[in-house]
């Protein structure tokens, strides 16, 4: 069965740099999710799409933004990396608004020197 | 976090023997689920509770709800070496999930 796609898998960046993350859902999803997870904590909800709306906001910094694409791709912008930003960043997907049961992706970590 | 905490943080149990972690929550909730998380990958969904529910099994899983002190606890019987995990408890938070701190269990052979 298909799972949720998260691209890339690793990442490294240096301070002041920009990073994109990308999330391809299970066919036929049409919410996402991204969530950030730093060393040894839960994951921290940072925002959602529904049917290439946002849905909901979370704790995001200004200095991020995403969206979500026709195809329900979703990607996630980060400028201006701090040391801070080095994370395990979530991608997860669920048929529609329900809240009942999320498939997550394997994560992107996130590196920032 | 936003839903509280998990207790215990760490738990090492020997293979065989049952673990039991628990996890209280600080609003309203119309289920709570419960995820586990090998190291370094994606959460998986391991089993939902509605709200209405006081308790629920899936295979080796045992999950109980108390509304009125916002709790619940997941029992994982017969452990086995590939149970080591954490496992975190995730309330519905409007249209979103908010995950608690989470339970690292390591099983020992």
């Known amino acids: 069965a298909a799972g949720v796609i998260q691209s890339p898998r690793h990442l490294i960046k240096e301070k002041r740099e920009t990073a994109t993350l990308k999330c391809y859902p299970i066919?036929?999803?049409?919410?996402v999710y991204w969530y950030q997870q730093g060393p040894g904590q839960d994951p921290q909800f940072l925002i959602s799409?529904?049917?290439?709306?946002?849905?909901d906001k979370g704790s995001i910094p200004d200095r991020f933004s995403a969206q979500q694409f026709s195809d329900y791709h979703s990607e996630l912008n980060m400028s201006s990396l701090e040391l801070g930003d080095s994370a395990l960043y979530f991608c997860?997907?669920?048929?529609?608004?329900?809240?009942?049961?999320?498939?997550f992706g394997s994560g992107t970590q996130l590196s920032v020197l | 976090s936003q839903q509280g905490e998990e207790d215990p943080q760490a738990l090492s149990i020997q293979e065989g023997e049952n673990a039991t972690m628990n996890c209280s929550y600080k609003?309203?909730?119309?289920?709570l689920q419960w995820y586990r998380q090998n190291s370094g990958r994606g959460l998986v969904h391991l089993i939902l509770?509605?709200?209405?529910?006081r308790e629920k099994h899936s295979g080796r899983l045992r999950v109980t709800l108390d509304t009125s002190k916002k709790s619940s606890s997941l029992l994982i019987t017969a452990s086995r070496a590939a149970d080591t995990a954490s496992y975190f408890c995730?309330?519905?938070?409007?249209?979103?999930?908010?995950f608690g701190a989470g339970t690292t269990v390591t099983v020992r052979a």
């Open positions: 609003t309203s909730i119309n289920n």
């Open positions: 066919p036929r999803h049409d919410t």
């Open positions: 997860a997907s669920s048929p529609g608004r329900v809240n009942e049961k999320l498939f």
């Open positions: 799409f529904y049917e290439k709306m946002q849905s």
């Open positions: 509770i509605r709200s209405n529910e």
């Open positions: 995730a309330t519905d938070d409007d249209y979103k999930l908010s």
